[in-house]
C-alpha cells in the first residue's frame, strides 16, 4: 500500500524558519518525481515546488511566491522528501501536502502568525 | 495565483450529467495535457482523471475528461451523493515552468 505521511507542521512567527518530511513507502521513491503543493484555509490548491530524480539531475521548480525562501530537497536512502521554509510570511499558512501527482499525503498544517 | 479558470459551482439532481468546465491558455491547456482532482470535504485531492482522459485504477467511468484546444472539461454522468466535492484541474505552465490548479469547482448534488 502507498503511503505519504508528512510531518514538521506547526505554529511559527513570521520570518522564521520550518522544515516539513515527507515519509514515503509501497512505491519506488528512487524513481519518482515529488511535489509539495499546499492549500490556505478555505482557498484552493496552489502548487509550491517539484524535485526531480537523482538520475536526471535532482531538478527543483518552485512557484513564484516561494522562490528563494523554500527549498525542496529529498534522501533516497531514507524514502523522505523535505522543504525548508525560510523567512516565512503569514501568507504561507496552509496544509502542505506531499504528492506524486497521483498518490497524495494527508498534509500537515503550517500555521504563521506572530 | 490560480492561471486555469473553473466556474465557482456546479449543481445536479442524482443521476443527471454535470460538466466543469477549465479554460487555460497556450502556455498551458494549450501545450500540455490536463489532470484532474477531486476534493472530498477534509480531505486529501485525489486524482480524477490524467493525461486530459485517463482514469486511474478504481475511478468510476462515471467520470470522462476531454481537451479542446486551450480549454478542457470534467464530466461527471449518473451523479451521486458521494460526488459532492470540489473539483480542481490542473496542467504544467511551460511560460511559468511550474503546475497551475485551476480555481477550483464545488459540486453539489440537490
Known amino acids: 500500500e502507498v503511503q505519504l505521511v508528512e510531518s514538521g507542521g506547526g505554529l511559527v512567527k513570521p520570518g522564521g524558519s520550518l522544515r516539513l518530511s515527507c515519509a514515503a513507502s509501497?512505491?519506488?521513491?528512487?524513481?519518482?518525481?515529488m511535489t509539495w503543493v499546499r492549500q490556505a484555509p478555505g482557498k484552493g490548491l496552489e502548487w509550491v515546488g517539484r524535485i526531480k530524480t537523482k538520475t536526471e539531475g535532482g531538478t527543483t521548480d518552485y512557484a513564484a511566491p516561494v522562490k528563494g525562501r523554500f527549498t525542496i530537497s529529498r534522501d533516497d536512502s531514507k524514502n523522505t522528501l523535505y522543504l525548508q521554509m525560510n523567512s516565512l510570511k503569514t501568507e504561507d499558512t496552509a496544509v502542505y501536502y506531499c504528492?506524486?501527482?497521483?498518490?497524495w499525503g494527508q498534509g500537515t498544517l503550517v500555521t504563521v502568525s506572530s | 495565483q490560480s492561471v486555469l479558470t473553473q466556474p465557482p459551482s456546479a449543481s445536479g439532481t442524482p443521476g443527471q450529467r454535470v460538466t466543469i468546465s477549465c479554460s487555460g491558455s497556450s502556455s498551458n491547456i494549450g501545450s500540455n495535457t490536463v489532470n484532474w482532482y477531486q476534493q472530498l470535504p477534509g480531505t486529501a485531492p485525489k486524482l480524477l482523471i490524467y493525461?486530459?482522459?485517463e482514469r486511474p485504477s478504481g475511478v468510476p467511468d462515471r467520470f470522462s475528461g476531454s481537451k479542446s484546444g486551450t480549454s478542457a472539461s470534467l464530466a461527471i454522468s449518473g451523479l451521486q451523493s458521494e460526488d459532492e466535492a470540489d473539483y480542481y484541474c490542473?496542467?504544467?505552465?511551460?511560460?511559468?515552468?511550474?503546475?497551475?490548479f485551476g480555481t477550483g469547482t464545488k459540486v453539489t448534488v440537490l
Open positions: 493525461s486530459n482522459n
Open positions: 490542473a496542467a504544467w505552465d511551460d511560460s511559468l515552468n511550474g503546475q497551475v
Open positions: 509501497g512505491f519506488t521513491f528512487i524513481n519518482a518525481w
Open positions: 504528492t506524486t501527482g497521483y498518490y
